[in-house]
């Protein structure tokens, strides 16, 4: 049976392949060409002929010089230069070129050099079921009053997958126990969060332990598995569980706050007495480590804390689940979620980056003629991310936007004459619409070549001179 269902597998992932390898998807008139290609493809796999699907031919390639054009990560692609067909250069683990992300794109550029022409390929990687969902331990204690209402939830460790999207995990089954009953909310992103929820009130005298098998399982076909067994002792006496004072926590943080700044104030009370009713805060078991790096959270006062760099760029939103949990000899927990919404300041400038650049100019080029390309980005979001760019007046060039999001061309803006100026020097100036705004510039130097465009002259037209008689032959006369 393992065995047919093996093979069943890789026949399935054979088919899959074949059928993503057919790749070409469209070409934009802006001159775009996208295409879709598997993970784990053997290197040399084929991705696509660019050169054919821009109606390109071979001798067009080697007059022009064709060539691609990446940033400082080079991706496991290459070109053939020969016949613009682009291939696998190395083995593709999804996983790691694009994390968790849903829609995982690499974008590369491709330039024909003479005249200048560049085109934007993106490829997107698709996910295959290359991995089966595993819980961060493999068994789970936990210690339940027998006095605990039904009701009762007990936050359970999530299960991760890192496949995404629907190859990741989908759903959790527990084994049966009449006792108990599983609950799953969704938090979105392929984040589901299972809870055990107690159905039936337990009896410590008649069954003093619980065994359960919690079993996530993915969207594949066929899918794949994990599991984790969950151990409940029932204990005594402890009978009321902490109740938080509000019914929800939000609160809004600006990004960059100083180290120690209070984000707010959670609390929770407790109808036992003693120890029973002494209260301790906590992050919940499913918080991850992003954000026990930014906040800190009393465990007395319930006061959650800035404890690192709170940056917007990197995430505008913390959803925490807080804890309370008493100090009675069978621990009652309730949970919580915090939501937290930072905030954006203007604290990124803009980055320009000259894409393409033709360094030397022919004298004789017409208006419109394309120098260089510039490209231009701002981390942050809004008026503070809007960027517009501009360059100095009395220049001979003008910055005009491209069809692409934050792309400008450098263009000519009259003609050129190397004997009067022989080149440029081009401050390209960015700016964003943030308040205060912040800018940055960059200077690229332009050199105009020269063309035969002026006739030899005669310093006199005409010469007039006088000489004496008697002159002996071969005497320079002027």
């Given amino acids: 049976m393992e065995q047919r269902e093996c093979q069943t597998w890789r026949e399935r992932r054979k088919w899959i392949i074949y059928m993503m390898v057919l790749v070409t998807l469209w070409t934009r008139a802006s001159g775009q060409v996208r295409y879709s290609i598997a993970e784990e493809v053997k290197e040399g796999t084929v991705v696509g002929n660019i050169a054919k699907d821009l109606g390109l031919d071979k001798s067009t390639l080697k007059e022009r010089g064709y060539r691609i054009v990446y940033s400082s990560t080079e991706p496991p692609f290459r070109v053939n230069q020969d016949d613009g067909i682009l291939y696998v250069n190395r083995k593709i683990d999804r996983e790691e070129v694009c994390d968790r992300s849903k829609v995982c794109v690499i974008d590369l550029k491709t330039v024909l050099e003479n005249p200048l022409e560049v085109h934007y390929v993106a490829v997107e990687i698709l996910d295959i079921n290359d991995h089966a969902p595993s819980f961060p331990e493999s068994t789970k204690m936990l210690e339940i009053f027998e006095s605990a209402l039904p009701g009762a939830r007990f936050q359970l460790q999530a299960a991760r997958d890192a496949d995404s999207g629907s190859l990741s995990v989908q759903q959790y089954k527990l084994s049966h126990n009449e006792h108990f009953r599983l609950e799953v909310k969704d938090r979105g992103e392929d984040r589901k969060t299972p809870s055990l929820v107690l159905q039936k009130t337990l009896d410590r005298e008649t069954v003093k332990t619980h065994v359960l098998l919690l079993t996530a399982t993915d969207g594949g076909k066929p899918p794949r598995s994990g599991n984790m067994t969950i151990t409940v002792d029932v204990s005594d006496v402890n009978d009321n569980p902490p109740v938080f004072t509000q019914d929800s926590y939000h609160v809004d943080l600006k990004e960059n706050s100083p180290f120690g700044t209070t984000v707010i104030y959670v609390n929770a009370t407790d109808m036992d007495e003693g120890s029973n009713g002494e209260i301790v805060y906590s992050f919940g078991n499913d918080v991850d480590t992003r954000v026990h790096k930014r906040f800190d959270l009393n465990p007395v006062t319930g006061v959650i804390t800035v404890a690192g760099a709170i940056d917007f760029e990197e995430s505008g939103r913390y959803e925490i689940d807080i804890q309370a949990s008493d ?30 650049f033709s360094r030397a100019l022919p004298e004789d080029s017409k208006p419109g003629t394309t120098v260089a390309l510039i490209s231009v980005k701002d981390s942050d979001s809004g008026l503070n991310g809007k960027v517009m760019c501009h360059i100095g007046q009395g220049l001979p060039f003008l ?17 050129l004459d190397r004997e009067q100026q022989s080149q440029y020097n081009v401050t390209i100036v960015a700016k964003d619409a943030g308040e205060p705004s912040l800018s940055s510039d960059k200077t690229i130097k332009i050199v105009v070549s020269d063309v035969n465009d002026n006739n030899p002259e005669f310093s006199q037209n005409p010469y007039t001179f006088y000489i004496t008689e008697n002159n002996k032959p071969g005497q320079q006369l002027l």
């Fill in 399 to 415: 910055l005009t936007p491209s069809l692409q999001n934050n792309m400008y061309s450098l263009v000519t803006k009259s003609l």
């Fill in 327 to 356: 100090k009675g000899a069978a621990t009652l927990t309730t949970d919580k979620t915090v939501i937290i919404n930072i905030v954006d300041v203007n604290d990124n400038a803009p980055e320009i980056e000259v894409t393409s």
